[in-house]
């Protein structure tokens, strides 16, 4: 029996976005409670802020005392991360800025870049990945008929980024993730981005160039970065007053940064993704898990969150003109691209996945406390 229709009564989370949403007797959903829960525990502000900003700013200059670098991390010309060069070099801080072009940058979002580590006199270290390779395994993930396609990005990025931690024994990564703009996301519209077992079946099933240079992070890769060098990713934006709206005001007056119109949209693949991929096919429109958390933060009103889902994701013509452009660049045909789009939705886990040692071997389970005590020691 379908379930009936329910929005959020502080929200614009419903049954629609997530089949298996929860309401309390007032009709507020789980998504709501959880992010007031995060934002308790995760997020501090003021002179409590002040404090634990500062005791990690000291952490990290002092782990990379006589370093190149003391902390990594990645620059898609995005508002996060571009909030996070601008307030690292307040900060005192020396970045490694990392960029994983993968082709589908817009013009924008390349001279964004260009005036954020011109401006703030960052190094700035560009992976150009292999576009066959690349082509190759998002096509892969397209006919897999899984909802997370940006893991083909997102696993490249992070890889590079532990890779160069690695070789310039940097133990910190300043990740733009944060709880004000980005906690709501319901599981189902995401997969573990580091699953590289997952990866390589998906690819092996339906890949036909080897990958030789896409970067991947493989099992002894993570160990060493997890248990010898001991990275810690921080989300130092938890530690700050963080609105959206004020913070674009500020990179656009101090580094020239321009808006992209949506989030994520400085790459191209993902606009046509999110705003065509995603609501035709799997009946997600990311906007209501964005715009919802802008609610809970304070920084929009449900009202205001109605009105900007009511508009069209697309024109018409900015659709007609992104479609043809990604199927050319991608080579498929129009044909080809609707039979994927027409292929019924599958879940990551129908194919292999990741598993610890004690998942393979439950042999070897009785010993998982003592693992966990010997990594705290």
Request: proline share 5%.
């Amino acid at each position: 029996m379908e379930r009936p229709y329910q929005q959020c009564a502080l929200t614009v989370m419903d049954t629609i976005a997530d089949p298996d949403i929860t309401f309390d007797e007032n009709g507020i959903s789980n998504y709501y409670h959880a992010f007031k829960k995060a934002e308790r525990e995760f997020v501090f502000t003021g002179a409590e802020g002040d404090r634990r900003l500062k005791d990690l700013v000291d952490k990290i200059k002092a782990e990379g005392r006589n370093k190149p670098y003391d902390c990594i991390m990645g620059l898609s010309g995005g508002v996060d991360s571009t909030y996070v060069a601008y307030q690292a070099k307040q900060l005192g801080l020396r970045p490694l800025a990392v960029h994983f072009d993968n082709s589908w940058n817009s013009e924008l979002a390349v001279k964004n870049i260009e005036n954020i580590v011109s401006r703030l006199g960052l190094d700035l270290y560009t992976l150009v990945v292999d576009w066959e390779e690349f082509r190759d395994i998002q096509l892969s993930y397209m006919k897999a008929s899984v909802v997370d396609i940006e893991v083909v990005s997102d696993h490249g990025i992070f890889t590079t980024l532990y890779k160069l931690a690695k070789k310039y024994k940097i133990k910190y990564v300043l990740s733009g993730n944060n709880v004000a703009t980005e906690y709501i996301m319901p599981r189902s519209w995401l997969f573990n981005k580091m699953d590289h077992v997952n990866l390589r079946a998906i690819h092996k099933r339906f890949g036909t160039v080897p990958l030789k240079t896409y970067p991947v992070y493989d099992t002894a890769l993570k160990k060493y970065c997890h248990d010898i060098l001991q990275i810690r990713t921080v989300t130092m934006l938890d530690y700050m007053p963080y609105n959206k709206k004020a913070v674009k005001e500020l990179i656009a007056k101090e580094l020239d940064w321009r808006d992209y119109g949506g989030k994520h949209y400085e790459s191209l693949f993902t606009k046509f993704y999110q705003a065509y991929i995603l609501p035709e096919k799997f009946h997600i429109d990311k906007r209501k898990a964005h715009l919802s958390t802008l609610i809970c933060s304070g920084q929009m009103t449900k009202e205001e969150a109605l009105k900007e889902l009511a508009q069209p994701l697309y024109t018409p013509e900015a659709l007609k003109l992104d479609y043809e452009y990604v199927l050319k660049k991608l080579g498929l045909s129009t044909s080809a691209f609707e039979a994927i789009m027409k292929l019924p939705p599958k879940k990551h886990t129908d194919y292999p996945i990741e598993r610890g040692v004690f998942d393979r071997f439950p042999v070897l389970r009785p010993l998982k406390p003592l693992a966990r005590m010997i990594r705290k020691v």
